[in-house]
T-cell receptor, first 117, second 116 residues
């Protein structure tokens, strides 16, 4: 079975703090893809990053960085120097290639991040 | 480039009425997905089309829900008759699938459905 766990339901930080959102996944597939999406208060879901299971290099994009560790089945997301505009619900998602169908995204429950001025 | 387009953005209807939600995927994308988001159940995949053909409809709640994709640029999700428990935000997403592998899905703005 495939599963994504985002244990942090809500996180509250003050602007300029660094914050890490945790994501732990389960899958029996050897090839799989992990994603992060952002859902701001306006409601749309915005794609942030895709990582495949063969690429464990960490990725940095501006203030955003992602740490993928297959050994712990984790794909954590860090925002450096958080800003109020980062306030949103963040979803981690998993897509396998065999179990669960080729294209089915399994979403975590989401982590609500509130950044206060 | 235009993203995924959904209409209407908001729909309020009375129980028992028919509701039709519409989606136009990103041009060139050949996979389309309908999701439902509620506080209680989070994001749920309802149905997935590839090249206009329904591939996985195991998430469709019951016979009151139906979805069609008559061509590559249009899909509908219909609820008939609607019930208050259908109140949710319905998202449409599309992606490009090559050799049975598709990558990131791009979501539309959603339709907020309220059934009274």
């Amino acid at each position: 079975a495939q599963k994504v766990t985002q244990a942090q339901t809500e996180i509250s930080v003050v602007e300029k703090e660094d914050v890490t959102l945790d994501c732990v996944y389960e899958t029996r597939d050897t090839t799989y893809y992990l994603f992060w999406y952002k859902q701001p208060p306006s409601g749309e879901l915005v794609f942030l990053i895709r990582r495949n299971s063969f690429d464990e290099q960490n990725e940095i994009s501006g203030r955003y960085s992602w740490n993928f560790q297959k050994s712990t089945s984790s794909f954590n997301f860090t925002i450096t120097a958080s800003q109020v505009v980062d306030s949103a619900v963040y979803f981690c998602a998993l897509r396998g290639t065999i179990s669960g169908g080729y294209n089915k995204l399994i979403f975590g429950a989401g982590t609500r991040l509130a950044v206060h001025p | 480039d235009a993203g995924v387009i959904q209409s209407p953005r908001h729909e309020v209807t009375e129980m028992g009425q028919e509701v039709t939600l519409r989606c136009k995927p990103i041009s060139g994308h050949n996979s389309l997905f309908w999701y439902r988001q509620t506080m209680m159940r989070g994001l749920e995949l309802l149905i997935y089309f590839n090249n206009n053909v329904p591939i996985d409809d195991s998430g469709m709640p019951e016979d009151r829900f139906s979805a069609k994709m008559p061509n590559a640029s249009f899909s509908t999700l219909k609820i008939q008759p609607s019930e208050p428990r259908d109140s949710a935000v319905y998202f449409c997403a599309s992606s490009s699938t090559q050799e049975a592998v598709s990558y990131e899905q791009y979501f539309g703005p959603g339709t907020r459905l309220t059934v009274t």
